[in-house]
């Protein structure tokens, strides 16, 4: 899918950095994504999280707070105050690009940071937080070892994920004086709370707490296993597509109509990560499914494989065609089944020679009701009518193209 480049002005002048992740498709919802506390909108867990939603509809926006990653400004003279500004100024930039930002999502301090904002960004009707603390000044934990230095010659370095940091006094008590009970309980906007059991660095009590104050529409969901970063790629894909299943209980989707010229509209396959297989399929504006390679052949088995498809078209047609027979005949078939094999397998496509092969469907089609031997006959044979069955039996023509 695209990413757009840009900058932003915070409130305070400074050029901000930012990635919005356009969906190569129909456009559903709009999301502000906040990173995590000293981190940027690089990390994997934001890249990859937002172009999992991104690939389902969603686009999103991320971009580096002040001081951070590619932004202008000093990060020591920054606090909590200037990450609720920013956002701000971040909503507004997205409406700029024209779109209204539909869902506020924070990673760690960053789910502070949203739900303290939340107030501010009206047309947001949902927020998601994960491996978020309660109180925003949790992230002080970090450097607590440091807090009489700071307070006794005003700031101190702190080593934060390996890098420095300059935290002043004025950061201590700007974030000290944030509580999220009370913008918690007049959110008025749907909650999904996103938390792993075992993060050493946000324990799971947060999360706890978070949902406690937080009034109905609320929800929470477990990230088992997964650390506070997200740093699995299989961790960051399940919290996209909980996100994206969570959010359409919350949202009017009105999905664009498809592309003209095509009668049943087109069908959109987008790989999801090019160190796998996993691809996105939209067919028309309203229909989803993934495809994927078992993981004996280096995919994750999330999906039905390229022949699967296929052997699901065969027998979807079939038992259709069958259908229509018997309903126009007014014949008692009760319920039809289709087994579909295809003998091919993953490790022969790719030797020499594999086009002078055979490609062989098997169908067992299982009809049930009163019918008499004549009647099942007569179905066996208007089965290989099925337009699929004489499409894949006669020599076919692939036009192929490259797009801009």
Known sequence: MPTEKFTFKSSQGHSLSARLDIPDGPHVASALFAHCFTCSKDIPAARRISQRLASQGIAVLRFDFTGLGH????????????????LKAAAQALRHQGYSPDILIGHSLGGAAVIAVAGDIPEAKAVVTIGAPFAPG??????????????????????????????????????????????????????????????????????????????????????????????????????????????????????????????????????????????DIMSGPDHHSLADEPEAYGGTNKGMSPYGFVSAGLGACTSMTLRMYARRKGWPLEHISVDVSHDKVHAQDARAGASEKIDRFQRIIKLRGPLSDEQRQTLLEIADKCPVHRTLERSNQIETRLGD
């Open 71 to 86: 932004s202008g400004g000093e990060f020591a003279n920054t606090g909590f105050s200037t990450n609720l500004e920013d």
């Open 138 to 279: 949790h992230v002080t934990e970090n450097f607590g070892h440091k807090k009489t230095e700071i307070a006794e010659i005003g700031q101190a370095e702190v080593c934060l994920g390996g890098r420095p940091f300059t935290i002043k006094q004025s950061f201590l008590t700007d974030i000290a004086q944030y509580k999220l009970d009370a913008a918690l309980k007049s959110l008025g906007k749907a909650l999904l709370v996103l938390h792993a059991p075992r993060d050493a660095i946000v324990s799971v009590d947060n999360a706890a707490a978070l949902f406690t104050a937080a009034k109905h529409p609320k929800s929470f969901v477990t990230l088992d296993d997964a650390n506070h970063l997200i740093t699995n790629p299989k961790d960051a894909e399940y919290t996209a597509e909980v996100i994206a299943s969570w959010v359409r209980r919350y949202l009017d989707f009105h999905a664009p109509a498809p592309p003209p010229g095509a009668p049943e509209g087109i069908t959109r396959i987008s790989e999801t990560d090019p160190g796998g297989f996993l691809q």
